[in-house]
């Protein structure tokens, strides 16, 4: 085993090298925790602008990083997050999860895939770039948030927001999440899902089990709510996208005494949308079924993400052609998965694609990738500039 925090800077590469310094900083969302300002000195080094772009709507100052090389033509953005999510009881995890670890090859520690080791590629493959192209064509950016694994209320979303109100458009935006599924590159993510929420609250009338007839089960009422919904064919998908699906993620009832009929049950479920069907319609149709069922409910919806779709032009036939001639890979191009940043930026105009390592342990107790996945990601993203940025 080697511990890459106390192992010589010379036996590890500088992605390498780069990942463990970000793994190392407990940057426990919405915490930054020292990642952001050492991705500054490194940028600064070979010639880009960093702002420090800090929100906090949500209660809790939000460190946010825009940073641009070049002063005119098209901007390539890399977008990515500091923060990772909690590590959960440390005592689970083999190797202590900011203690960034090489074992038989894998890198192990909170934030080695999802998204750390991708941030350590982005700015390793710029210094590469810039050296062999101090004067490439169009700008490159970085778009680095600390609020990416919580509300993402002040991360890239406000971020996004100031940049349209200084007239600042993301020709090209890569999103650094985990997007491979059995090797690196072998899956890019060029749209993703919408995400629908809703808070429903069923009302009833409490009584004993003994005397149903002078009580109204809410339980009972929703059951065959939930089984029509459940059941229900939202849409048929698309060349790119699957069916819509509705899942039941909470449900909560009860006193907790036996013989005690509840007078509430409050659930929470979710959309996964394709663009076959607008929120709108999915609000629409859910709450005809409820109202077929002559429920006395409550609900309140929350959009957290339209889908969007980069289908083809310049940035997926890039990093289509960057995989290819690093790995000999033919890409696939997918928009299955759960939401990402990618969902604030895609609704500017931009083409959007998400482009990182194997997400097999992602949020996982022992997160880790394969250690050389990295060189391989930081060619990779190389590569994409040099098809975009000659």
Known sequence: MTNPTSAPTSVLSPTLQLACDLIERPSVTPDDAGCQPLMIKRL????????????????????????????????????????????????????????PTIKDGMLYGRGAADM???????????????????????????????????????????VVKHLQEQG???????????????KVGDTIKNGRRGSLGAWLSINGKQGHVAYPHL????????????????????????????????????????????NVIPGKVDIICNFRFSTEVTAEELQQRTEAILQKHELDYV??????GLPFLTAEGDLVDAAVTAIKKTTGIDTELSTAGGT?????????????VELGPVNATIHQVD??????????????????MEELLP
């Open 116 to 158: 750390k080791g991708s941030l350590a590629s982005m700015v390793v493959a710029c210094e590469d770039f810039v050296a062999a192209n101090p004067n490439h064509s169009g700008r490159i950016a970085f778009l680095i948030t600390a609020d990416e694994e919580g509300p993402a209320i002040d991360g890239t979303v406000k």
């Open 367 to 384: 997160e880790c990738i394969l250690a050389s996945d990295l060189e391989t990601l930081t060619t990779i993203y190389t590569g994409i």
């Open 168 to 182: 600042t458009h993301i020709d090209w935006c890569l999103v650094g999440e985990p997007s491979s599924t059995s």
């Open 215 to 258: 009580a109204d089960n809410p339980i009972h009422r929703i059951a065959p709510a939930l089984a029509e919904l459940a059941n229900e064919n939202w849409d048929n998908g698309n060349d790119f996208f699957p069916a819509t699906s509705f899942q039941v993620s909470n449900f909560n009832s009860g006193t907790g005494a036996t």
């Open 340 to 352: 990402s940043d990618g969902r604030f930026i895609a609704p500017t105009g931009s083409q959007v």
């Open 299 to 304: 609900v309140d919806w929350r959009l957290s």
């Open 44 to 99: 600064e080094a070979i010639g880009f602008h960093c702002q420090t772009l800090i929100f906090d709507e949500g209660g809790v100052p939000i460190k946010n990083l825009w940073a641009v090389r070049g002063d005119s033509g098209p901007i390539f953005c890399f977008a990515g997050h500091t923060d990772v999510v909690p590590t959960g009881p440390e005592s689970e995890w083999k190797i202590p999860p900011f203690s």
